[in-house]
């Protein structure tokens, strides 16, 4: 169940010096979770072409509390072949400390009405098939579930299954 979202919580667009905040959310779930397949926590390198693609026409919302970024939500290529140009996929992170606390159903459904504003056609999520936080999360903002891939991804020395769920922007 969520709770009522605190008033001091803002978003806004990622900004360059949100990257290492960002970097450190999202390194903590390479290490301890399988939310992410990355299997080696991102380096500030990586993170600077990170934050490259989000400060183009894939944006990046972050959600920021007494002026510290809590959680972030970003767009990105579905497939780099011209055809899918039209669909993205989304990706949401928050800061152990704030989850369910209604801060990743506010950042992805402000970024859902980003990427229908920018005209993209089509939001794709590739979610671990037990990871329910996330599963319900797309699911209440509007994603349905179109199919799961088994066993195309390993981590911590098991196989895993993953769901896709759309959303239909336009
Ligand atoms: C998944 C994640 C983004 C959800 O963000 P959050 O701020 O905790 O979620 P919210 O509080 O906005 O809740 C959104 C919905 O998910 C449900 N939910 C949240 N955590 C849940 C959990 N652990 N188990 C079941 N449902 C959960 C809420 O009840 C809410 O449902 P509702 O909209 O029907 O009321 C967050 O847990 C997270 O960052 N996890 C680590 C990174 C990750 O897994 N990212 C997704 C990669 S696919």
């Known amino acids: ?15 360059p010096q949100d990257g290492e905040v960002l970097r450190q959310i999202y390194n903590h779930a390479v290490l ?11 380096t500030p390198r990586e993170q600077e072409r990170w934050l490259e693609l989000h400060s183009s026409i894939y944006p ?3 959600a920021v509390q007494n002026d ?6 970003t767009i990105s290529p579905f497939r780099p072949r011209a055809g899918y140009n039209s669909t ?22 402000h970024l859902l009405a980003t990427a229908t504003s920018l005209g993209f056609h089509s939001c794709i999520a590739h979610i671990v098939a037990d ?3 996330s ?11 179109v199919g799961v891939e088994h066993e195309i991804g390993r981590k ?15």
């Open 156 to 170: 911590f020395g098991k196989w895993l299954d993953m769901a896709i769920l759309q959303r239909q922007l336009h």
């Open 88 to 109: 993205v996929e989304d990706s949401v992170y928050i800061d152990p400390e704030h989850q369910r606390q209604g801060v990743g159903r506010m950042l992805l459904e």
């Open 131 to 133: 990871h329910r936080a």
């Open 32 to 42: 301890s979770s399988t939310a992410t397949l990355d299997l080696e926590p991102r």
């Open 1 to 15: 169940m969520t709770s009522s979202i605190p008033t001091s919580i803002s978003i806004r667009h990622i900004q």
């Open 68 to 73: 510290s970024p809590i959680g972030y939500a």
């Open 135 to 145: 599963l319900q999360l797309h699911l209440s903002c509007g994603f349905r579930l």
């Open 60 to 62: 990046g919302l972050v």
